[in-house]
């Protein structure tokens, strides 16, 4: 049995201790356990990072385990989540594939990219999508979401299909990008992303 605790300094990994971090813990806890593990991720990153109000700079006080209040000027302050869209764009029997310089590890998945303010939802989709490949989309529809706590982030997916454009990477953001088709995928994310559940969707319906 796998035994998963916070502690602030390393232990000797034996049989029954293996030193991972929360995204590695996917692999050995159970998933209702490693959604509640995500959740007091966020918590405790947001406790770290809101001990002085952002209004007035005085030092705050919890009165909620999910809000704190400033003595001085009552601002509130709670866990703020940053919503990021995830698109898998389809081209007949085809779907685009990118490698960004931020994933660890060689693997290809789906365009994504945060929220500006003034945006829908959609409107994410069409911006990202243009700026991180030059390609143009139709047909967004909702796919599903997921938490990701790293550190508060949601996850909205989408599907999509190429409209026009050719593929022009943007150099700060991608390092590759391609159409694949079923016969010739690359290496694709781990099982615990919604990209992977989307791609495996996709493989599942073509």
């Not at 290809?108 to 990219?113: I, M, N, W």
């Amino acid at each position: 049995m796998v035994h998963a605790f916070a502690i602030e300094q390393l232990v000797v990994e034996t049989e029954e201790w293996l030193m991972v971090n929360l995204r590695g813990s996917y692999e050995y806890i159970t998933l209702d356990e490693y959604k509640a593990a995500g959740k007091a991720y966020q918590i405790l990153y947001w406790d770290q990072h809101s001990r002085f109000c952002p209004a007035c700079g005085m030092p705050t006080e919890h009165k909620t385990p999910i809000m704190k209040k400033c003595p001085s000027c009552a601002y509130e302050i709670y866990p703020p989540i940053s919503t990021a869209i995830i698109v898998l764009i389809r081209r007949g029997e085809e779907i685009l594939l990118v490698h960004a310089h931020n994933f660890h590890g060689t693997f290809y998945g789906l365009v994504a990219g945060f929220l500006e303010a003034g945006e829908t939802l959609e409107q994410c989709v069409q911006r990202e999508v243009m700026e991180e490949t030059g390609l143009r989309v139709k047909n967004i529809t909702y796919f599903g979401n997921q938490p990701w706590p790293y550190p508060s982030g949601l996850m909205v997916g989408f599907i999509a299909d190429y409209e026009s454009g050719e593929i022009k990477l943007q150099k700060d953001e991608l390092s590759a990008g391609a159409f694949y088709s079923k016969e010739n995928m690359p290496e694709i994310p781990r099982k615990l992303s919604i990209a992977r559940k989307m791609i495996d969707w996709w493989l599942s319906n073509n």
